[in-house]
């Protein structure tokens, strides 16, 4: 090897990384800062314009778009032509290429960017360079990751440059490349209003290995989108506990999906994606403590979600139960001196100043990918309409919007009856209203006396109904939008029942 080039945005240990490249005798060529940071440090690199004979010109944006860099990078030694060719024309080859690219991502993330900063942080030379090496790896080196400088300066030492090593970084090239322009495709489709484009590039950034997936037959990673900011659990900062796993992750995000509906202090217990239990409360502990009384048995093993930093109070009453998992904004000091002493519980913090983005849902299936909005509908008391003769009472109509923000969480079949502020009975996942009504009710038992019932779809027959208003249910919220709708009605206004429509359904599937 005798030629590397050397042009980087992310400059760290490059500097000796080339010196390291310099003592194996490797000629190094550089391009505009990168070649002033390597000279600055001792590194006797190269200048482009020096290999191509053609000044850097419009600001930087041509400088090795040339064919003596290209050719230099693509021709195959093997290929007795590519090389007569390159010799025709002073070609030189480049046996190793370390290129990073404009830094698009961070300047998107820059509060305030203009238009033209963006644009001009799209890197045109840095991708070519590297896709033109990585086609070409079996002749050329191609490092893309400064994570790599270790083991590449380690090979070349030990002249034991391997096949695999070289293709390796390759599909690392390619898959840096692709990002990359996901993440500018992107940007324009946003820019054009284009929500659904002909082709939907997406792009993802690992954040941590599984131990397995949803059983342990299955492997699985975790992975978050390079440029979200809005809430989410991709960036949740681990304080205590065992690594998490997938069920953890995806229970996590339920639990922190439903908190994120209440504004008043509110505590969510999760188990396998639907809630098991929610309470509101003036204060933290109260707010867990209703949750917790809402199912004592299924939050066994549970996943909590709080929307308030957990005190003292709140953590004694959860160091008294199993619990696999707390999310919440922060944890005073007293907290997480209670909390830290069972080894085993995950510790969550979340920045949940950051409202969740209205972004678009992916769901696989075979060969294929439906892509949606996420369910961010909302509804406040303004919005429901009364269809019944008897009006809700201001209690029942804020216990109804309580149950309305729970319902939309459960999977489909969901039935929620709440009072209080508390969940007392959920029905989830069942093939018909019917049955999860009743499992609903068995569940409320005695406390269904007096509390209002969720649907998070309309009642095609009476038979929901009928069976709520048996076990004591006093007023109803559902979509509204059956042709049988009346029916319904019918058979509240015979009781003395209300029921509101809030013309929007809550499919889980």
Known sequence: MKRALISVSNKNNITDFAKGLSELGIEVISTGGTLKSLQESGVDAVAIDEVTGFPEI??????????????????????????????????????????NLYPFKETLQKAGVSKEEIIENIDIGGPTMLRSAAKNFEDVLVIVDPEDYPRVLEALKEDNVSLELRQQLAAKVFRHTA???????????GETGE????????????????????????????????????????????LHGKELSYNNIQDANAALEIVEEYSEPAAVAVKHMNPCGIGVADSLSQAFQSAYDADPVSIFGGIIALNREVDAATAEILSGIFLEIVVAPGFTN?????????????LLEVDMTQTKEVTHKLTSVSGGVL??????????????????????????????????????????????LAKDNQTIGIGAGQMNRVGSAKIAIEQAGEKAQGSVLASDAFFPMPD??????????????????????????????????????????????
């Open 58 to 99: 419009m600001d930087g944006r041509v400088k090795t778009l040339h064919p003596k860099v290209h050719g230099g990078l693509l021709g195959k030694r093997s290929n007795p032509d590519h090389m007569k060719q390159m010799e025709e024309n002073d070609i030189q080859p480049i046996d190793i290429v370390v290129v």
């Open 179 to 189: 990002n990359y322009d996901a993440m500018i495709a992107g940007y324009f489709a």
């Open 195 to 238: 929500e659904f484009p002909e082709t939907y590039t997406v792009t993802y950034e690992k954040v941590q290995d599984l131990r397995y997936g949803e059983n342990p037959h299955q492997a699985a990673a975790f992975y978050r989108a390079p440029l979200s900011t809005g809430l989410s659990l991709a960036r949740a900062k681990q």
């Open 334 to 346: 007293e907290a997480l001196e209670i909390l830290t002493q069972k080894k085993n519980i995950r």
């Open 371 to 416: 892509i949606q909005h996420q369910d961010a509908g909302r509804v406040t008391a303004d919005d429901i309409k009364v269809v019944t003769k008897r009006q809700p009472t201001e209690k029942e109509i804020a216990d109804l919007l309580f149950a309305w923000k729970a319902v939309k969480h459960v999977k489909s079949n969901a039935i929620v």
């Open 464 to 509: 929901t109904v009928e069976n709520a208003i048996k076990a004591g249910v006093t007023a109803i919220i559902q979509p509204g939008g059956s042709n049988r709708d009346q029916d319904s009605i019918d058979v509240c206004d015979e009781h003395g029942i209300a029921m509101v429509y809030t013309n929007m359904r809550h499919f889980k599937h």
